[in-house]
C-alpha cells in the first residue's frame, strides 16, 4: 500500500474503503465563501485569497475591524488590494496544476502592477534548455515579460532575448488570476498556446494532459466550457496580445 501511494499517479485508486476527495478552489469559489462568511463578520471581498499563503493575517484582521464601520464593501476591498499592489516591486508567480503540484516560476520584477493590469519582467537562466513549449535555445539574457490582470483566465508570457528582441509568445489558460499580498496565484489548466515569434502559426500544446484531467473527472463541465472557448478565441489573437504585451513593457522601461 505504502509503496503504491508513492508510485502512483494522481487518481489511481489503491483500495477500496472511505472516499476522500481534495478540492482546490478557484478565485471565484473563494469570493463565494467570502460573500457566505461575510453574512457573519465583517468580511473583506478577497479575505480567502489573502489567507491562501499566509500564516500572519494580523493585517486582514486590522483591516476588516474598519470594514465593520463602512457601508461600501466593494469600494473599501478594491482600495485594500490597490494599496496592497502599489507597495509591491518584486511578486512571486505560484502555478498549481490540477494535480495538486505546486510550481513556483520564481521572482519577478514588477513594470506595472494594478489589478486591471499587471505587467511583469523574469531573467531567465541560461546556459541550456529550451524555451516552454517553443523548442528555442535559452541563451543567457533572456526574459519573460508576462502580461495579465487580476481575474484574468490566461496570462500571455513574450520571451524576449537581451536586447528585447522577441522570440515567441507563450499563453497559459488558467483559473482567474489571483493576487495573494505577495504572489500572482492560479491554477494551471494544462492546455497552452505558443507561437515563434517569426512564424505566422500558433498552436495548441499540451491538450493530452488537459484531456486526460477531464477524463478523471478534475475539471466540471462549466470550466470545460469556459476552456474550449478561450482556447479558440486566442489562438486567433496571439501575436496580437503578444505585440500588446511587450509594447507596455518596453514603454514601462523607457
Known amino acids: 500500500m505504502n509503496h ?27 469570493l463565494l465563501l467570502d460573500n457566505v462568511r461575510n453574512n457573519v463578520m465583517p468580511t473583506i471581498m478577497g479575505h ?7 500564516r500572519n493575517t ?14 461600501d464593501r466593494a469600494r473599501f476591498s478594491a482600495e485594500f488590494m490597490k494599496q496592497l499592489m502599489s507597495k509591491k516591486y518584486r511578486v512571486g508567480i505560484i502555478h498549481i496544476k490540477p494535480s495538486g503540484e505546486v510550481i513556483k516560476l520564481g521572482n ?13 519582467m523574469r531573467r531567465l537562466r541560461g546556459g541550456g534548455g529550451f524555451l516552454d513549449g ?31 528582441r522577441p522570440k515567441g509568445i507563450y ?8 493576487f495573494t499580498g505577495g504572489n500572482i496565484l492560479y491554477i494551471d489548466l494544462a492546455v497552452d498556446i505558443v507561437k515563434r515569434w517569426s512564424s505566422t502559426e500558433a498552436r495548441v500544446i499540451d ?13 466540471p463541465s462549466k470550466l470545460q466550457a469556459r476552456v474550449e472557448k478561450l482556447m479558440n478565441e486566442l489562438l486567433g489573437n496571439v501575436h496580437r496580445l503578444g505585440e500588446e504585451c511587450l509594447n507596455k513593457a518596453k514603454e514601462l522601461t523607457g
Open 4 to 30: 503504491a501511494s508513492k508510485s502512483s499517479t494522481p487518481y489511481t485508486i489503491l483500495q477500496e474503503g472511505e472516499c476522500i476527495t481534495e478540492i482546490m478552489l478557484n478565485g471565484r469559489a473563494k
Open 48 to 54: 480567502h485569497t489573502y489567507k491562501t499563503l499566509r
Open 58 to 71: 494580523a493585517l486582514l484582521d486590522l483591516v476588516e475591524s474598519f470594514l465593520s464601520h463602512c457601508s
Open 108 to 120: 519577478a520584477d514588477v513594470l506595472k502592477l494594478e489589478p486591471d493590469d499587471v505587467v511583469l
Open 134 to 164: 517553443l523548442g528555442l535555445p535559452k541563451e543567457e539574457g533572456d526574459m519573460a515579460i508576462t502580461c495579465s490582470a487580476i481575474g484574468n483566465e490566461y496570462l500571455t508570457h513574450v520571451y524576449v532575448d537581451h536586447a528585447w
Open 171 to 178: 499563453i497559459n489558460i488558467n483559473t482567474p488570476i489571483e
Open 207 to 219: 491538450y493530452d494532459e488537459y484531456k486526460s484531467y477531464v477524463n478523471m473527472g478534475a475539471l
